[in-house]
């Protein structure tokens, strides 16, 4: 079942670090953001989970919750999350369940190689559990600013 825009989250649940269950009902009434990365520890994907750090009080000012979503594991998202002192929980859906709800798995060229990669993109969901923004194929630059700009207009819209 894909997602789509102005629609509800189909049922999902996904375990995250810290000990956290995310489902597809875990944060109604709240704002939820939710950003998949290719992999921790490269260059873009650190800085993205950097800008997202970086900004995660205004967030949480604006009600929301972030989570990143890579295809890492546990301990691979244990480590980047201690290393950026990221204040913010790591989904790993290892089994790219998520991945695929979201279509985020792409067929990308690297090192002239075709390979299965997850394509950068965020989506907004809001207090209802209906999606209410995605980005996808992003820049990370000046991505955060954008996906915040967005929350604290869902905010408003909700006040």
């Given at each position: 079942?894909?997602?789509?825009?102005?629609?509800?989250?189909?049922?999902?649940?996904?375990?995250?670090?810290?000990?956290?269950?995310?489902?597809?009902?875990?944060?109604?009434?709240?704002?939820?953001?939710?950003?998949?990365?290719?992999?921790?520890?490269?260059?873009?994907?650190?800085t993205e989970?950097?800008?997202?750090?970086?900004?995660?009080?205004d967030f949480?000012?604006?009600?929301?919750?972030?989570?990143?979503?890579?295809?890492?594991?546990?301990?691979s998202h244990?480590?980047?999350?201690?290393?950026?002192?990221?204040?913010?929980?790591?989904?790993?859906?290892?089994?790219?369940?998520?991945?695929?709800?979201?279509?985020?798995?792409?067929?990308?060229?690297?090192?002239?190689?075709?390979?299965?990669?997850?394509?950068?993109?965020?989506?907004?969901?809001?207090?209802?559990?209906?999606?209410?923004?995605?980005?996808?194929?992003?820049?990370?630059?000046?991505?955060?600013?954008?996906?915040?700009?967005?929350?604290?207009?869902?905010?408003?819209?909700?006040?």
């Open positions: 079942m894909a997602i789509v825009v102005n629609k509800p989250l189909p049922e999902f649940e996904a375990n995250a670090t810290g000990g956290l269950k995310v489902s597809n009902t875990s944060h109604l009434g709240q704002i939820l953001v939710l950003y998949f990365y290719p992999k921790d520890n490269t260059p873009g994907c650190t989970a950097m800008q997202f750090r970086d900004k995660y009080k949480v000012k604006a009600g929301a919750a972030v989570f990143g979503v890579s295809r890492d594991n546990m301990k244990d480590k980047f999350k201690q290393a950026l002192e990221l204040p913010f929980e790591l989904i790993a859906d290892t089994e790219e369940k998520l991945c695929h709800m979201f279509g985020v798995v792409k067929n990308k060229i690297m090192y002239g190689k075709k390979v299965k990669g997850i394509e950068r993109s965020t989506f907004l969901i809001a207090p209802n559990g209906i999606l209410v923004g995605e980005w996808r194929g992003i820049k990370v630059a000046g991505h955060v600013d954008e996906v915040l700009k967005a929350v604290k207009g869902l905010k408003k819209e909700a006040a």
